[in-house]
């Protein structure tokens, strides 16, 4: 099977690296390079790199939306496209070029999840249960006919780099099975059930503000979601730190007051958290006991 692969970020990786292990993968597109960090420095996406290190042929237009870019895909007559993290919509016109259609990995169970970021709102959301799903792409966001799921359980203080991690690998597993059966014709694609669906949007800057006004499990919640990105944030003994690691702890008192330093743990709208690891603006992550020593916090101190 003839294979042109359509991936940028890490979730894409094991993917790459499996199909390529086990089929002809003809191409590998991916998005532009781009400048990273302070100095700006021109980046290559992470399958790019993947495949340069597979000697796979590497292509990187703006857009798919163009006849050049269209007359490039064709070239390779792919017998199928797989889709993991790619980062554009693909039009019609891309769709019907491959003769198995296109097959999209996404980082949730269908028709949960749609969008942007699936498995960052999973763990925002307190889910326990997530998986991948394979799918028949058309021309809507997510909404192409199911193909296969896994499922794996969310730990309680897993973060969501962590799922993100594990699910990329169980992605690069999921499309085997899916491609293999595609091709044998033992596989029926399934009809989404659009009355179930749910919708992510993009993860960003204001949703790093912790609130301790609100649940403990709420909190919780919010700082593994945003592990290892944007990184929930909050006002700790005057220091404006982002908070990394965290987990559910005992006692109740008022809102953002320190229950304990050592651990440090503070109070809740409802519960209380245990900090664990945290990292003041311009330092390197330390450990909250670390910090709280180093700052004179003191039981009783209300960070409200």
Known sequence: MKIVYMGTPDFAVPALEKLAAAHEVAAVFTQPDKPVGRKQILTPPDVKVCAEKLHIPVCQPKSMKTEEALALLKSYAPDVVVVAAYGQI?????????????????????????GAAPIQQAVLDGETVTGVTT????????????????????????TSAELF????????????????????????????????????????????PVDFTKPAREIHN?????????????????????????????????PG????????????????????????????????????????????ETLL
Request: charged share 30%; aromatic share 2%; proline share 5%.
């Open 90 to 114: 693909l039009p019609k016109a891309v769709l019907d070029v491959p003769r198995l259609g296109c097959v999209n990995i996404h980082g949730s169970l269908l028709p949960k999840y749609r």
């Open 135 to 158: 799918m028949l792409m058309d021309v809507g966001l997510d909404t192409g006919d199911i193909l296969m799921k896994k499922e794996t359980p969310i730990g309680e203080n897993e």
């Open 165 to 208: 991690d594990r699910l990329a690998v169980l992605g690069g597993e999921l499309i085997l099975e899916t491609l293999d059966a595609l091709e044998k014709g033992e596989i029926t694609p399934q009809k989404q059930d659009s009355s179930l669906a749910t919708h992510t949007s993009k993860i960003d800057k204001s949703r790093c």
């Open 222 to 254: 919010q700082i593994r979601g945003l592990y290892s990105w944007p990184v929930a944030t909050a006002e700790i003994g005057g220091k404006r730190v982002k908070i990394h690691r965290a987990r559910m702890a005992d006692g109740s008192g008022k």
């Open 257 to 300: 007051e320190i229950l304990s330093v050592r651990p440090l743990v503070i109070a809740c709208g409802e519960g209380a958290i245990e900090i664990l690891e945290l990292q003041p603006e311009g330092k390197k992550k330390m450990t909250a006991e670390a910090f709280a020593a180093g700052h004179g916090l003191r039981v009783g």
